[in-house]
C-alpha cells in the first residue's frame, strides 16, 4: 500500500484550526451549503463521486472527521465520543463563517448528523441521510464486539495490522459496499490507521464513546425538526435495515424517503449519480437554500 496516494489527495484539501485541532477539509463549488459527514475507517474520499455531480450547483464541503482514516490527529484531550464530534462539526460551521447549511450524512456520519441538529439546529436548515445508525442501532450489532474490544489496551493496534493485508481490506468493504474498494480508496482509507499512532490513538477515543443513548436521545427531538428532511436508503444493507429509514421518516415532520436499490451501506460508492440527483430534486423543493 502506497502513502503517496494518501498525500497527493491531501494536497487538496484546506485546514482549519478549532479548539479541538486541526481540522482538514475539502472546499468545492458555488452555491447553497452542502457539508458531507462520513462515518468510521473511511474520510472524505466516500463522497467523491457525489461531489463531482453536485459541485456545479452546489458548494460542497467535506471535512475529514478523526473517525480513523484521517491524517493528522486530534489534541490529546479532544472530546471524541459521538456528542465530541457533534461539537466539532458545530464548532467547524462556526469556524468557516456559515448558515443555512444542509448536513448529508453516511454510517456514523449520519449519526452525528442526528446529533448536530439536535445539539446545534440554529444554522441547519436541511438533512440528508443515507444508510446510519439510527435509535438503538448504534453501533449495529454485527460490528458491537468491535467497540467493546477496542477497551482492550493494543487490540486497536493489532487491528491496525490486520489490516496491512489486502484482503482483509477488501473484505471488510465488501461489507458495505457492492462496488469494489479502488487502489486510491484503499490507500486513503486505511493507511492512517497503519501509519499513525495519534489516529490509532483517535479511533480508539471514537469507538469506546460510542453509544445508543446518544441516537435514541436525539431521537427524542426529531419532531422538533421542522427543516426538510431526506432520507435516502439503500435496500441491500444487512447492518441498517430499511425499518430504520421508515422510523426516521415517521420521527421528522418534513421527511420524504427515497429507497435505492442495488446499495448496501456505503450508497455514496455504490450509488453516487442516483445519491445526486435525489440531492439535486430536494433542492429545486426549496430545501436547501444558499
Request: net charge negative; hydrophobic share 45%.
Amino acid at each position: 500500500m502506497s502513502f503517496d496516494t494518501q498525500e497527493n489527495h491531501t494536497q487538496k484539501y484546506k485546514t482549519v484550526e478549532l479548539p479541538q485541532g486541526i481540522l482538514h477539509y475539502s472546499d468545492r463549488g458555488q452555491g447553497p451549503i452542502l457539508i458531507f459527514l462520513h462515518g468510521l475507517l473511511v474520510n472524505g474520499r466516500l463522497w467523491r463521486d457525489v461531489v463531482s455531480v453536485l459541485e456545479s450547483e452546489f458548494r460542497c464541503i467535506v471535512p475529514e472527521l478523526p473517525l480513523g482514516s484521517h491524517i493528522q490527529p486530534m489534541n490529546p484531550d479532544t472530546d471524541l465520543t459521538p456528542p465530541g464530534v457533534a461539537r466539532l462539526v458545530a464548532d467547524f460551521i462556526t469556524a468557516l463563517d456559515l448558515d443555512n447549511v444542509t448536513l448529508v450524512g453516511n454510517d456514523t456520519g449520519g449519526a452525528i448528523c442526528q446529533l448536530v441538529i439536535s445539539q446545534y439546529p440554529e444554522k441547519i436548515s436541511g438533512l440528508v441521510l443515507t444508510n446510519c445508525d439510527a435509535f438503538e442501532n448504534f453501533l449495529p450489532l454485527f460490528f458491537r464486539p468491535l467497540q467493546y474490544a477496542a477497551r482492550i489496551p493494543g487490540f486497536i493496534f493489532a487491528f491496525a495490522q490486520l489490516m496491512r493485508w489486502s484482503l482483509i481490506r477488501h473484505i471488510l468493504f465488501g461489507l458495505l459496499a457492492h462496488r469494489p474498494l479502488g487502489s486510491e480508496e484503499d490507500a486513503a482509507y486505511f493507511t492512517p490507521l497503519i501509519r499513525f499512532a495519534g489516529v490509532r490513538h483517535d479511533l480508539t477515543k471514537a469507538v469506546c464513546g460510542i453509544s445508543n443513548r446518544y441516537t435514541i436521545e436525539a431521537a427524542s427531538s426529531f419532531a422538533n425538526f421542522n427543516k426538510p428532511v431526506l432520507i435516502v436508503w439503500g435496500e441491500n444493507d444487512p447492518f441498517f435495515s430499511y425499518r430504520f429509514a421508515e422510523r426516521l421518516k415517521q420521527s421528522f415532520p418534513n421527511a420524504r424517503l427515497e429507497r435505492i436499490a442495488k446499495s448496501r451501506t456505503f450508497v455514496p460508492e455504490d450509488q453516487p449519480e442516483a445519491l445526486a440527483q435525489l440531492i439535486i430534486s430536494f433542492a429545486v423543493t426549496g430545501s436547501v437554500r444558499s
